[in-house]
């Protein structure tokens, strides 16, 4: 099964495709993660990215097509992925459908004022992605992998409200996008993440 998790920043979708993944078995391809390992290994692309990522403005759509184009051919792929921030324009979306067959698009929908407080409060684990809000982490090692949790530099306020921005005005339009071609599900992410994860399983299964 080929499924794309849609929504803003903050709304769940790294937290609920990773173990969305582990229940289907299947990868979780996060373009943000893919992109910060790059600019943690100094690559090129991550250069690149980085001056991008920093503003809270999207990274040009030819790098991001190119990254997963290639991942989505690796092996792996075979029995299914989640694509988790990618699409995020009209152009992408459009680009992926050349190169791959998308079963189910889900959205999660989550009001401004939440996501604004969950970014915020965000930590991240940069070895396996993992993410948990600091009102709920005591120390700041990663459960999975006891890596360091660290605040990624475009969750600071001023960088949440340019992503928020750039969501509504480039990304939305997906919503609709995908709507048009029956593929989309939509999950009210304010719920909790064990209702979100049963949910999500509900609609891919039904
Ligand atoms: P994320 O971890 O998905 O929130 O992504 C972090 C940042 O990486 C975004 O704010 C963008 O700057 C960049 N990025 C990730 N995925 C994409 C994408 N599909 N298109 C453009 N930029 C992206």
């Known amino acids: 099964m080929n ?5 803003p920043p903050g709304a769940g979708k790294g937290t609920q495709a990773q173990q969305v993944c582990k229940e ?16 943690k290994e100094q690559t090129p692309t991550g ?24 991942r989505l051919a690796m ?18 979306a459009e680009a992926l ?12 929908d989550v009001p401004d004022d939440h996501l604004v407080q969950r970014l915020s409060g965000r930590r991240v684990c940069l070895n396996c992605g993992a993410t948990y809000h600091v009102s709920r982490k005591q120390d700041n090692v990663c459960d999975n992998c006891s890596h360091e949790l660290i605040q990624r530099d475009d969750d600071k ?9 750039v969501y509504h005005k480039q990304t939305a339009p997906l919503v609709e996008f995908y709507q048009n071609r029956n593929v989309l599900k939509k999950i009210d992410g304010s719920q909790s ?7 999500i399983l509900e609609s891919l299964r039904g």
Request: glycine residues 6%.
């Open 3 to 7: 499924v794309i998790f849609l929504g």
């Open 24 to 39: 289907l078995n299947i990868p979780q391809i996060s373009t943000g993660d893919i992109l910060r390992r790059a600019i």
């Open 47 to 70: 250069i690149e990215a980085k001056r991008y990522i920093d503003q809270g403005q999207l990274v040009p759509d030819e790098v991001v097509i190119a990254i997963v184009k290639e």
């Open 75 to 92: 092996d792996d792929c075979k029995n299914g992925y989640i694509l988790d921030g990618f699409p995020r324009t009209v152009p992408q």
């Open 97 to 108: 459908a050349q190169f791959a067959d998308i079963d189910a698009v889900v959205e999660l």
């Open 157 to 165: 306020p001023e960088t949440v409200l340019s992503r928020l921005e």
């Open 193 to 199: 993440v064990d209702a979100i994860f049963a949910q």
